[in-house]
């Protein structure tokens, strides 16, 4: 059996059009970057500071409020910290950690954690463990259905970390402009995929080298570009934790709790 025999053609199933209830977080990595913030925890269980909850309770928080009813949150890197923390954690919804005992990489992380979603003849979502987002699920799972994806991608236009300069023709410099949003949209980190998609996981490795060009080759693959005005950040440093808190801050400036 080769890779494209686990594909059904596009069209062989219409797409159904219904509400994703379950999702997976990926929370088992290292988080070297952040130092020493992840001397004593994993990446997802940092705290956006002005907040009160770690990445990990916002991304909670917003599939809830998206209709997801179960999560899968899988493990791996010091996971007693996130065990320890939904033990004594409220949550609008039901969250089923798994351990990684070895290391799996993204995809083989997914498949193992897929094979504990409560309804694995469903679509769910699925989302790295350090994003900090929030936008409609629901219309990106539309989006999803109505392309009849196995997987579908949300592509995010992140903020440049330099200024660039505008240029004519003739090369005369016409104007300075201070971190303009990425020409190129990137993976954002988080997904809607098909019942089918966890059988098209590698057990050990990446699905962006494996999985996701044979679906792209196929034109089962689709990307979903976050509205405009998105906030959108994933929190791989101290730089973007810091300027995160800057951001929210900024924000609550600009709208006072009533």
């Not at 020493?36 to 705290?47: A, L, N, Q, S, W």
């Not at 799996?104 to 193992?112: E, M, N, P, V, Y």
């Not at 792209?216 to 689709?222: F, G, Q, V, W, Y």
């Amino acid at each position: 059996m080769t890779f494209d025999d686990l594909i059904p053609s596009a069209g062989e199933s219409p797409p159904v059009s219904r509400p994703v209830t379950q999702a997976v977080i990926l929370a088992g990595g290292k988080g070297s970057r952040l130092r020493p913030y992840t001397d004593t925890r994993p990446k997802p269980m940092i705290e956006i500071p002005g907040t009160g909850l770690p990445i990990i309770g916002h991304q909670l928080e917003w599939l809830a409020a998206e209709g997801v009813t179960d999560a899968i949150i899988s493990c791996g890197y010091l996971s007693e910290v996130v065990l320890d923390w939904l033990s004594g954690v409220s949550l609008p919804l039901k969250v089923t950690p798994v351990i990684e005992t070895e290391a799996l990489g993204r995809g083989g992380g997914l498949k193992f954690a897929a094979a504990s979603l409560p309804r694995p003849g469903e679509p769910w979502y699925a989302t790295n463990g350090d994003i900090w987002t929030r936008f409609s699920l629901r219309a990106m799972a539309d989006f999803h259905h109505e392309r009849d994806a196995h997987a579908t991608l949300a592509l995010a236009r992140p903020r440049l970390p330099w200024g660039t300069v505008d240029i004519d023709r003739f090369g005369n410099v016409l104007d300075f402009v201070e971190a303009p949003p990425s020409p190129y949209p990137i993976n954002a980190g988080v997904y809607v995929f098909s019942a089918e998609f966890a059988s098209m996981l590698p057990e050990v490795g990446d699905h962006e080298r494996s999985t996701f060009p044979h679906l792209a080759r196929r034109r089962r693959l689709a990307g979903y570009e976050l509205p405009q005005g998105v906030y959108w950040r994933a929190i791989d440093t101290a730089k973007d934790l810091n300027e995160a808190a800057e951001e929210l801050a900024a924000f609550r400036k600009k709208n006072p709790a009533p």
